[in-house]
């Protein structure tokens, strides 16, 4: 299964760098990279790597009059791009004839890896800066945020340094090897021409448009609490997702650090249904887990230790009213 593909299924041309000097303070830093991977524009060509998987993407950035728009491009194996326009994602699955839609909360894709807040990164991460290195033909800062505990992974950032752009990051384990890694082989800042942010892909009738967008509910009426919170990561999001016809809906809970996420997906089991295989395992960067609950299966997951997602997952129970 590749990276959750779901969950990847996201005239004013911003071409002057974010910030006239290059800030000395590492939290500086991070700002200037999250505000530059929304703000500027830019296109390129990038590889990720997660254990002896690799892919390459091309994405083009565009910010104008009308907000922000992006196109993102795999291009290797099975044909997939995502067309973000402000806040609309729409996945384009080709061999399959199918548009998926759905709003683009949660993580975003490669080099939005630092999100807007994020002030309170420093209660679970040490954040240092590294060298100057080159990455993709430009100088780079090294930003490194380094776990203050066994719950959640390392990250290094590399940003340009006149523009704040990431151009490579990496998570790492407490060993400090590489658990995913993302890095730019061409990149261009500036100018991007509005074609680049065209579909590849034209739909028709023959396509199926599936709208997974789910309604968003108050944290206290999900109908589901957590016995004991996981240290540093707290309740961001509920959301109600239709299941389909006499399938009820899934409750999708996204717990997070600031930086890291935890996904928590909440389904009602059929009488019926074949027993569902439940415990630990693994998905390229991704740990999971599933156990069965009260009629439902309760999935945790997300890029962190495996004793994270098993920690809260456990602590998923019914709100006691």
Request: glycine letters at 10%; a neutral charge.
């Amino acid at each position: 299964m590749r990276r959750f593909a779901a969950a990847l299924c996201l005239g004013a041309a911003l071409a002057t760098p974010a910030w006239a000097e290059p800030p000395g303070d590492p939290l500086s830093w991070l700002g200037r990279i999250a505000s530059a991977s929304r703000q500027l524009n830019y296109s390129g060509t990038f590889i990720y790597q997660a254990g002896r998987q690799f892919e390459t993407s091309r994405i083009a950035h565009m910010v104008d009059a009308t907000g922000e728009h992006e196109r993102l491009e795999v291009l290797d194996g099975s044909p997939r791009e995502v067309i973000r326009s402000n806040s609309e994602v729409r996945c384009i699955l080709p061999e399959q004839k199918v548009v998926i839609i759905d709003e683009g909360g949660g993580r975003r894709a490669f080099p939005a890896r630092i999100p807007e807040s994020f002030s309170g990164l420093a209660e679970n991460y040490r954040i240092r800066k590294g060298e100057i290195s080159r990455v993709a033909g430009y100088d780079t800062q090294l930003i490194a945020l380094d776990p203050r505990d066994d719950l959640r992974y390392g990250h290094m950032f590399w940003a340009e340094i006149q523009s704040g752009l990431l151009l490579k990051a990496r998570m790492v384990d407490e060993r400090g090897e590489i658990i995913e890694q993302f890095t730019f082989s061409e990149v261009r800042i500036g100018n991007v021409d509005s074609d680049a942010l065209l579909p590849r892909y034209r739909k028709n009738d023959e396509w199926r448009v599936v709208n997974t967008r789910g309604s968003a509910v108050r944290k206290e009426d999900s109908g589901w609490s957590v016995a004991a919170p996981l240290p540093g990561f707290a309740l961001s999001s509920v959301v109600r997702r239709p299941l389909g016809p006499g399938r009820g809906e899934v409750v999708h809970m996204v717990f997070s650090d600031g930086l890291a996420a935890v996904s928590v997906f909440i389904e009602p089991l059929a009488p019926d249904e074949a027993p569902v295989e439940t415990g630990p395992a693994v998905s390229g960067s991704i740990n999971i887990y599933k156990r069965a609950v009260n009629g439902h299966l309760v999935t945790a997951l997300g890029e962190v230790p495996g004793r994270a997602v098993k920690r809260l997952g456990d602590a998923i129970e019914p709100a006691i009213r």
